[in-house]
Nanobody
């Protein structure tokens, strides 16, 4: 079955760029009609959809994060990557990658999540 694994630094300094990669195994990142999303959950808060890249490589972002967010993919490695620029402590959260036929969920598969802390 499809499995997702996030990777990236757990600590990022304020004003720097957060970069996380999700590796897809057990399936192709170009599977028709599939969306690959990034979702985060700050401490004590609910989940927030950040953006997604679909099976054709098209991207969509949360309006509140669009100016600072980009999602790209490397089909040769079956990976997609989140970049969040100019981070602040408010970007501290557990970051998840997820996949499914609906851009905003519910998702068929989730990564285990990775804690990212923004601090100097």
């Amino acid at each position: 079955q499809v499995q997702l694994q996030e990777s990236g630094p757990g600590l990022v300094k304020p004003s720097h760029t957060l970069s996380l990669t999700c590796t897809v195994s057990g399936g192709s990142i170009t599977t028709n009609y599939y969306y690959w999303s990034w979702v985060r959950q700050p401490p004590g808060k609910g989940q927030e959809w950040m953006g997604a890249i679909d099976y054709s490589g098209s991207t969509d972002y949360s309006p509140s994060l669009k100016s600072r967010t980009s999602i790209s993919w490397d089909t040769s490695k079956n990976q997609f990557t989140l970049r969040l620029n100019f981070v602040t402590p408010e970007d501290t959260a557990v970051y998840y990658c997820a996949g499914g036929n609906r851009k905003l969920g519910p998702y068929d598969v989730w990564g285990q999540g990775t804690q990212v802390t923004v601090s100097s």
